[in-house]
């Protein structure tokens, strides 16, 4: 059997791929550094237009519609809802990209996986209402992995423990968590679903070229903001590489 044939001649075809480019180019674009490319707009339209991705690393909004804005035992209060949240979510266009690894893997209907990775959000605890843990699909080969990080309420392990601040985003996952994800993909990482750049930051620590897509524009700007800090760390230590003991430059005290 032939491919399947999205247009019905060259010339729907054309038009097509006009619209999709003036897609791209009206869509607001953040340049940081050069590896992280940032979009504001719809992941469906944008995407469709970005070439050179090599994997897809997200966790989409699951159509779970949960109100985030009702005041809960944390006292964390958002001021809005996750936008697109409120609908089914469908994973069929992507599913396309030569590496995919999809958070949410429990929510909705997907092929059988090469692997899957596992985080483990009890860390051991006692069980109570807050989900034990969440599932990542992946086609990458040999995929399968468990993480286990604390993240219950305001109980987090890590560098986002609350000692250290708020959430950014309510659905936000552990830096530690998406390093994983990302050092199990090669190439240019693409989350079409950004949420406040997570996936970004463990890219930028992996020195992994990266392109986010967010629809939110008050999670865009934290992210942006969020990925100039962590691109500006991250020359600094390139341009003040810390000298080992006894090495060259090192003063005996």
């Known amino acids: ?29 953040v340049q940081i550094g050069a590896l992280v490319t940032l979009y504001l707009g719809d992941a469906h339209v944008i995407a469709p237009t970005l ?3 090599d994997a897809l690393v997200t966790d989409p909004p699951y159509g779970v519609h949960f109100d985030f804005t009702k005041r809960r035992r944390t006292a964390a209060r958002w001021t809005a809802n996750i936008r697109g949240d409120d609908q089914p979510f469908d994973p069929t266009h992507w599913l396309r990209y030569p590496q995919v690894i999809l958070w949410g893997a429990h929510r ?5 996986a090469n692997g899957y990775i596992t985080w483990d959000k ?11 843990c969440e599932l990542a ?3 990458v080969p040999g995929c399968s992995a468990v993480h286990t990080q604390l993240w219950r309420g305001n109980r987090r392990a890590g560098e986002e423990n609350i000692v250290h601040g708020w959430k950014l985003h309510p659905a936000q ?18 989350d079409p ?26 999670c865009f700007d934290e992210a942006r903001k969020r990925l100039q800090a962590e691109v500006a760390t991250a020359h600094q230590v390139e341009l003040f590489p810390v000298q080992k003991a006894g ?7």
Not at 173 to 190: D, F, H, I, N, Q
Not at 247 to 253: I, K, S
């Open 137 to 139: 699909w992946s086609n």
């Open 173 to 190: 996952k552990p830096v530690a968590l998406m390093r994983l994800c990302v050092e199990k993909t090669t190439g240019t990482v693409l």
């Open 193 to 218: 679903f950004m949420g406040s750049g997570t996936t970004g930051v463990a890219c930028v620590r992996l020195g992994r070229p990266f392109v986010g897509i967010e629809l939110d524009p008050q």
């Open 247 to 253: 090495g060259m430059g090192a003063t005996a005290r």
């Open 122 to 132: 009890r860390g051991g605890a006692t069980p109570d209402d807050f989900p034990g």
């Open 108 to 112: 909705y209907r997907l092929p059988a």
């Open 1 to 29: 059997m032939g491919r399947h044939r999205i247009h019905a001649n060259a010339t729907e075809r054309k038009r097509a791929n006009r619209a999709l480019h003036r897609a791209r180019l009206q869509a607001p674009c």
């Open 51 to 53: 070439q050179h991705i």
